[in-house]
């Protein structure tokens, strides 16, 4: 069962107590708290696509129990994700709670804490999300390092020596920035400057400015998912393509929901990242059919945190015959392997930090349409901040 909140307070004005607890026994309630209005919108739908794709194939009954679905709207502001994952989890004394953006995990971190309520990180890239402190987080989303320090060793090798940063400025840009710089220059080259652009509402064209005037040979860029059509528009306009300034970043710039409408001068741009709609195996090729038949748009790199937090729910709850305890549920997921349309990941049993395959891909055109076609294959990468620990 799929609801919104609004459908709550009429369940509530209208069941009586002992319906209410008949219900309780039968049903499993999962809350999910994602930004699906304001400028991250188009990661909170992708998400939520994703959600809903794996319910719909999957059904909404496991181990005999019903899965009550509750997604709330936060708009990006981490004060109403703390509100409304207090809600869900007081109220609606949901059993495993979803979060989304690395701002709305970290207001959710402590509630889940404190309530030992299973708490599901499905869009986060930034590393510190996932930490001791919060034992019942778990991650299917990625981290920034995971794919930057990849990308950063292949620049090198390939011809990049002088790097010019632009990076959207909030943590899982910090990281994707520190991460790289550190392969890059370890392997020899030299990061020039590192370019800071606001989250909300960027208009990138100073910035390709003030990094074309520094003439490097490669721009390293991160936006989050929703922002890469802009920034391809503006990179066009102020002619970086055709000065010979090669684009890379994590798969975050060649976001598969834009990727289409983004032009011809994103062809040739390689990045290091976890998943590409064209991704070459039988689950993906239906994985993408199915999505786009429900929704009219491919799927991308964020929706995977949805489809793969829900199967990660699922088999918990298989593990636990249905009960759905914190600590149950969080060490039924620790260790889980599965395959994935993004391909094989886990979940690593000490960091409860998703663990996966990191693609280099290149983009190519494929029956006129633009696709990242990757190239190389990095097995079972962990997060490396924190490996360093
Ligand atoms: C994040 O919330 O950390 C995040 C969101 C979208 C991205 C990358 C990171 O594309």
Partial sequence: MIRKSVTLGMALA???????CAIAQDTVKIGAVLPLTGGLAPVGKQVQAGIQLYIQQHGATVVGKTIDLIIKDDAGVPDNTKRLAQELIVNDKVSVIGSGHTPGA????????????????????????????????????FTLGQQSGIIGEWAAKNGSKKVVIVQSDWAPGAEATAVFSEAFSRAGGQVVDTIKVPLANPDFSPFLQRARDLNPDTLFVFVPAGQAGTFAKQFAERGLDKAGIKLIGPGDIVDDNDLQGMGNSMLGVVTAGFYSAAHDSKMNKDYVAAFEKANNVRPNFISLGGYDGMHLIYEALKKTGGKTDGDGLINAMKGMKWESPRGPISIDPQTRD????????????VNGQLYTIQFATFEAVKDPLKMKK
Avoid: D, F, H
Avoid at 14 to 20: Q, R
Avoid at 354 to 365: A, D, S, T
């Fill in 14 to 20: 209208v069941g009586a107590l002992a319906s209410t």
């Fill in 106 to 141: 970290m207001a959710v971190g402590p509630l889940s804490t404190q309530s030992k309520t299973a708490n599901v990180v499905m869009v986060s890239g930034t590393s510190g999300v996932i930490n001791p402190n919060n034992p019942y987080m778990v991650r299917t989303s």
């Fill in 354 to 365: 998703i663990v996966q395959n990191i693609y280099l891909g290149k983009v190519e055109k």
